[in-house]
């Protein structure tokens, strides 16, 4: 058990949808704190190195596309076990195995398009931290 902090992105869709409330609302209920929270449009540059890890993939290009398509909310999420617990929250990176109750699987139905970011490792977690919110946290 470890209080960890974790960077959750609402992403485009989901603000275009106007379920920031409800992301929000969830991640509350759990009982996680919200340490900081942006409305912000992601710079190319700063898209692709948030998805360093994925450069290579056939995907890349539309999740970036995607990434940078409209404003979306970052926020630094606190709590016991916040990184695997909020991972839990999501659900499933394909909306298609997101178990319903899950917030993927609640409201998305394809992969490109599944609503939320959270990081996956305290590693990426700092690392991804340090590219919304520099030196906070
Ligand atoms: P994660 O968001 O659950 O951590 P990752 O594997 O890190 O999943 O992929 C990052 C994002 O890239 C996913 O949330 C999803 O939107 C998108 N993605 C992943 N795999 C595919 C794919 O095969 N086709 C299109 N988009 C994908
Ligand atoms: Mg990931």
Known sequence: MADQKTLILVKPDGVARGLVGEVIARIERKGYRLEALELTTLERATAEEHYAEHTDKPFFGELVEFI??????????SGEDAITGMRTLMGATNPLEATPGSIRGDFATIIGENIVHGSDSPESAARELGIFFPGRF
């Open 68 to 77: 940078t398509s409209g404003p979306l909310v970052a926020m630094c999420v």
